[in-house]
């Protein structure tokens, strides 16, 4: 990995830069995982690099959501191994989830460097999607597979950083899908139940955290949680944000300006 | 390369995406060129992937600037070579101006493979930056090399999907600055004298038709073009359009829409 400068101001953009970079080298993260971890970064830019209110609104109803499922699954991709091993194990455990290894660009060779990277994190952690037996409808072959004891009966999913028609695919199927994902037009951020326009990154630190705070709430609290949440004004309210803050740079002007 | 069907909604987007895989795998873009161009798509889908005014003003400008000057310079990196180097070559004679392979991630290989491609669309290019003698003030060494005969000695450069440090560097030796970014944000953007905020593939089809239809005004006119153009303006306009487009959509709401 390429050794940045701690004082460097874009210093942990560069660092994650590094480590997807580390993760495609390693066989975990598709090349076309490097393009969208761009896009990403683009949206991150676009909101200040940081937990906007938001974010923080959809993140507590995601967890108080996964807090009251009966089959609640975390899919990892190779993106998401690359950025987040620990905090994805950290994260199952605070939600008493489970996880799946489910790719976009699957490859049993990928599959088995992402369930031993998550390992080494903890050995005894179990990872599904190794052997998927059942596949979602309306995707093709490869794309579709799930694990039978995972995705495949879960009732609602995590699948942070996932394509579109997947995202799309899993709502049909009836399960209650929570997304991350810094681009709030994606096709996953308009189609799921619950959208965090965040960085991974802060992301998942800030539910593990919330997991803790919401565990010994009673059911009716989280059900109210849950049931007051509003996805469309979430998904607004990012676009409002990320507009009014273009205005300000539009009328403060950007032209020569060393700093934003 | 992987096979897109044409019918698919953001084929031309899959297609490029396709390129810069293609460009890493060949040796001519550099594994972060990868996450940049996600940047580049990320900014392309908010201003709706089309050229929009204060682009087609900035070209405009840029081309007059091109056919006025002494020793005009169009520099070269490993995304600009894997996404339009046909373009590059004809850009290059449609304005007169030497080619310059100027590289970032600067590795001799790199450097022939990339001048290799621009040469098979023209084999009598010629083609400068193979043995750079020159160092740009302010930058480490690797990253500053630069040909005598090229950028060294340019009055008017263009640097496409350039590095912001670079852009700086070169705005302080005094050289008269253009560049293409899809970000209108980036330091690039905000550095240059002049800052094009479009796709590279629409921009350089169109600047040689520019190059076409202002060959033949009296230097007179040139200079109007360019003393009337205002880049501070330019990159407020772009910011401008970003946010009515979120505002628009913002206000219509995005949650479970199919289309955007």
Redesign the interface.
Known sequence: MVKIPRSHPRYWSLYY?ER??EG?ERGMTA??G??????????D?LIGERTIEPAERAMRAAVAKFLLAKHPVISVNGNVAALVPKETVELAKALNAKLEVNLFYRTEERVRTIAGELGKHDPDVEILGINPTKRIPGLEHERGKVDEKGIWRADVVLVPLEDGDRTEALVEMGKFVVTVDL???SRS???ADITIVDNIVRAYPRMIELAGELKNLPREELERIVEEYD??KT???V??Y???R??R???G?????KR?
Request: charged share 25%; no cysteine.
């Open positions: 830069r997807i970079i495609m090349k076309a490097l393009i969208a971890h761009g896009r990403g970064e683009a949206f830019y681009n709030p037009l951020a308009r189609m996805n469309e998904l607004s309210d676009l409002t990320i507009r009014d273009l205005g740079l539009a009328e002007g950007i032209w020569r300006r934003l």
